[in-house]
């Protein structure tokens, strides 16, 4: 399955390179970013940047936040799991001590099963 796994990444990243060489032209313009509030007084233009930098900012940001999520949702299950452990062994723990209490109502000598009484209700009678 690792190889599979190998493999299937190696080629998305030749798909993604075989994209990135057909758009070259696009990916190399250095556009300029302008921001502009509606006032007279400011107004912010930066400086050309290829296009190819703000996908690969936008590609880094998006691999940060998700390997947050995934840390996060990961710490989330782990606390979870050790919850319904501990819930887990306190059940185990009141089923050990119910089958205690139960054999001593099994191995009591003086209480009569069905069986027991017909027994001695047959005796009496004869």
């Avoid at 003086?110 to 209700?121: F, I, L, S």
Wanted: some cysteine.
């Amino acid at each position: 399955m690792k190889k599979i796994k190998l493999f299937l990444g190696f080629i998305v990243l030749v798909l993604i390179g075989l994209v990135i060489y057909q758009n070259w032209p696009f990916f190399s313009e250095e556009p300029a970013l302008n921001l502009d509030l509606f006032l007279k007084s400011w107004h912010w233009t930066t400086s050309g940047i290829n296009n190819i930098a703000y996908w690969g900012g936008c590609f880094v940001i998006g691999l940060i936040i998700s390997g947050f999520l995934g840390i996060s949702s990961k710490l989330k299950s782990k606390k979870t799991i050790k919850a319904l452990n501990s819930t887990i062994e306190s059940h185990l723990k009141m089923i050990s001590s119910l089958k205690n209490e139960l054999e001593a109502f099994r191995n009591d000598p003086y209480k009569q099963t069905p069986d027991q009484v017909e027994t001695q209700d047959k005796e009496e009678t004869a």
